[in-house]
């Protein structure tokens, strides 16, 4: 398996976005492959490190106490023991002073996450920098807050397959990722995590939707990007998603969603998407909102191992 395949394919499986076929395929992978069982290991060590430094899933308005109990989809007991088998055969852990932590940077290439900018652009955007995308449009919730958020207005069809289905409403930014390599220190791995908060302020027992929060990391020219989108995300070196459901009338109407990837050393750019799909039958979205999109960098020193003589 490409090295690009196996990233693509373990980062779904940590965010848990993987199907049991790609699943399947993983046990498969590391079932013969000793190369990909370490550099396997490896993305376990990073999501592990990772994992201490989020917040709970469930409210934007909570803290962390701690610390989250790390949990991956199940892997078949012989995949699981290949992987497990690299701590007891053939490696050790360095001995360290002290736990590596994971470094935090915010990605400023990611312009305007609290749509305070102004109208958004229409169709999948041509630079980097701005928001493009379906129609939605920036509202003013509160006057006496007098802060801007972005309202899902109503599902369309892809620019690039006009014949296709209208069941989502997204938006779409691409980030320049290049000036993060000198942000890298030798020696460190990195992964990128997408934040966004997500608001149904709808009645109880409205139409379900579903929020989506994604990013795709590619290498080469975004130039060509607005004429291959969607069919080019099945090119992307690296990927991530976080879908929740929704249908209004909760007592916290805001939700903070987050996913993340691991970051390779030849990612030029990324598209950070969006949306709100539509799961029964509407025109418009009504009070459904996006608000406050980070990007952070995260960077984690590689853990030493050393083979046992």
Known sequence: MK????????????????????????????????GSRRAFLRHLHLDAALSGHRRPESSAGLTSSGPRKVQWPALSAAAAGLVAGLFTATLVWGQMSSPPLAAATPVHGLLDGSFESGPLGSGFPGTDGAW???????????????RNVLRFVRPAPDPNTPDGRAISCDVFQLVDLRPLRRLTPAGHEASLELTADMGDARPPGSPSITFICQLFLFSGNPADMPRRWPAAASEALATGARLTDSTGGTDLPWQTIRTRCVLPDEADFAV?????????????????????ITLTLRTQPVLPLRHQP
Request: charged share 35%; net charge negative; no cysteine.
């Open 3 to 34: 090295e690009e395949d196996l990233h693509q394919l373990a980062s779904r499986y940590l965010n848990g976005s993987a199907d049991a076929e790609e699943i399947a395929t993983l046990e498969a992978e590391l079932g013969q492959d000793p």
């Open 132 to 146: 493009s995308g379906d129609p939605a449009e920036t509202v003013r919730l509160d006057e006496a807050d007098r």
């Open 272 to 292: 950070i998407q969006i949306g709100a799909r539509r799961n029964e039958p509407m025109e418009d979205f009504g009070a459904v909102h996006a608000d406050n």
